[in-house]
């Protein structure tokens, strides 16, 4: 038996009318449930991924992230966001996600839960004590350079002119001569 390719899309058709027939197809009913962000805060705000820069609205309810999208007001995405971008939501609303400070002294085989204000002084004497170390006031020639080589400095792309300008300053204060930014790299 030859079939045409009509006769076929005639004979699938007429089948799954028939198997329709029986099968009390009737119409449902659909009720629309309220967004979850209709009583929402939106707060503009810059994706952290990558130094592209893309805008995205963070809809807060009650001091939580409930829901992330896309800024279509943005000049840079135009509401569009790729993959890591789309699942921003997960960084805030991350049960696994660290909320306060852990540490490991060298040698030791286990974490200690610290103070922030312990933290920030700890971090504040590293950087102290490494910069002591590897301050350098003259160079081989004798001419007097004044900068640290030992410690090295790489900016991220989540940090507006203003920021980076500001720790720029910081850096150079503390006599920094290499540093980079992740968008240059």
Known sequence: MKVSRRG????AGGTLAAAGIGAGVGVKSAHARPSKIRYAREVPTVCPYCAVG????AHVSNGKVINTEGDPDHPINRGSLCSKG???????????????????????GRWEVKSWDW????IARNIKDTRDKGFLRTNAKGQVVN???????LG????DNEEVYS?????RALGLVYLEHQARI
């Open 8 to 11: 076929f899309l005639k004979l």
């Open 54 to 57: 893309c805008g995205i609205i």
């Open 86 to 108: 789309s699942a921003l939501f997960q960084i805030p609303n991350n049960d696994k996600r660290l909320s306060k400070v852990l540490y490991r002294a060298p040698g030791s």
């Open 119 to 122: 933290a920030l002084d700890k």
């Open 147 to 153: 900068r640290v080589e030992n410690i090295a400095s």
């Open 156 to 159: 991220g792309a989540g940090l």
């Open 167 to 171: 720790l720029v300053k910081f850096k």
